[in-house]
């Protein structure tokens, strides 16, 4: 079998592949379409964890003085994480100037939990809601957010995970990024609907204080350097409560990008590593993208016209497969930057797994895993 042929093969699957997630992605956009807001009544906690975030925290916390939901039943846990800049002090600021719901808890190192899941886990000790709203202090919420977000727990579900998106694309890195988190957010959300959870992101997450706590919380959880995964697959696991992950552009929150190609990889090396616990399906689906890729680059040296052909081919069934996503959430000038997205995926795809399970320990925000 010739190169050329492989290749259609592994670009036949690659296709195929796509074309059952974008089937999927769309469950998840019109499953809940239907579903009617509720007025508020429940306690609402919202817990953001904070590292050396003076920059980036007043606008985080900004977007959730203005949610739109009655104050009196709501409360914003910021967890002071062994900063050493003047995080603590933005946040006592924010609360002095009359927001009582505003209170900071100090993390304390120590106990079988490191890293944000320690942080997160004793912001969560101290919150009194019945259901846990979690984001990142480098994010900004809608204000929509909680009553949108609650209105899919029915009486049965326990978890449900939202979609975040890069809001600045100034530059050429952020263009690149924001497509990135398109397609993987695309995956994950279309993956849940169908009951293969492959990821989730813990700064646009919702959960039921109960089914946390029958989990055993961070602390019982096995470590993973993707806390917010490893909690939503125990849920999942667990057996007694259902988890969803809607696409809704009423509970879209919105990230900053990283700065450097080296934090991009760092950050995506993290996500790869807690994706191992994906288990066979995300192991199975993941693997013809990995050999299409890697023949794709090796098809340079048989004949750069075939690997022209491919590569457009790839770009126009990529962009689009994340179509129908930026056009729910207004991105669709996301495109754009659809070549340099392909280069860098057609490389990061190909490299990322050998840095996963034979490279070396994971650095992020200053601490080794």
């Avoid at 002090?89 to 505003?102: C, K, M, P, T, Y």
């Avoid at 899919?152 to 890069?166: A, S």
Wanted: charged residues 20%; positive net charge; contains cysteine.
């Amino acid at each position: 079998m010739t190169l050329l042929h492989i290749l259609e093969t592994l670009g036949a699957l690659y296709l195929l592949e796509l074309g059952f997630f974008a089937y999927a992605a769309r469950r998840s956009r019109l499953t809940y379409s239907k579903l009617r807001t509720e007025l508020p009544s429940q306690k609402v906690s919202v817990v953001v964890a904070a590292k050396d975030e003076e920059k980036n925290l007043p606008g985080c916390l900004q977007s959730l003085l203005d949610l739109e939901y009655p104050k009196e039943l709501l409360e914003i846990i910021v967890v002071n994480d062994q900063s050493v800049d003047s995080t603590p002090e933005i946040i006592d600021s924010v609360a002095r100037e009359g927001n009582l719901f505003v209170r900071r808890v100090d993390a304390s190192e120590g106990g079988s939990t490191r890293g944000k899941a320690n942080a997160l886990a004793q912001g969560i000790d101290m919150a009194t809601g019945e259901f846990i709203f979690l984001t990142d202090a480098d994010c900004f919420v809608p204000p929509t957010w909680i009553v949108e977000t609650l209105k899919y727990f029915d009486r049965d579900t326990g978890i449900v995970g939202g979609v975040t998106l890069i809001s600045n694309t100034a530059r050429l890195i952020y263009g690149i990024q924001a497509l990135d988190w398109d397609f993987l957010l695309t995956v994950g959300a279309g993956a849940a609907s169908i009951g293969k959870p492959v990821a989730c992101l813990g700064n646009n997450l919702a959960f039921r204080k109960k089914a946390y706590d029958e989990v055993g919380g961070y602390r019982k959880i096995r470590f993973s350097v993707t806390e917010d995964f490893a909690l939503f697959k125990a849920v999942a696991d667990s057996r007694k409560w259902k988890y969803k992950f809607p696409m809704d552009r009423d509970t879209l929150v919105h990230t900053l990008p990283v700065e450097s190609l080296k934090d991009v990889f760092l950050q995506r090396k993290r996500w790869a590593t807690g994706g191992k616990d994906t288990g066979w399906f995300g192991v199975s689906t993941l693997a013809p993208s990995f050999f299409f890729h890697w023949l794709l680059i090796l098809s340079i040296l048989y004949s750069p016209v075939i690997f022209l052909i491919f590569f457009c081919l790839k770009s126009i069934i990529d962009g689009v497969f994340i179509s129908p996503t930026l056009s729910l959430y207004g991105k669709i000038a996301h495109l754009k930057f659809i070549v340099y997205f392909e280069i860098y995926y057609l490389l990061y795809v190909a490299i990322l797994p050998f840095s996963v399970y034979l490279g070396r320990a994971i650095i992020w925000k200053g601490r080794r895993y």
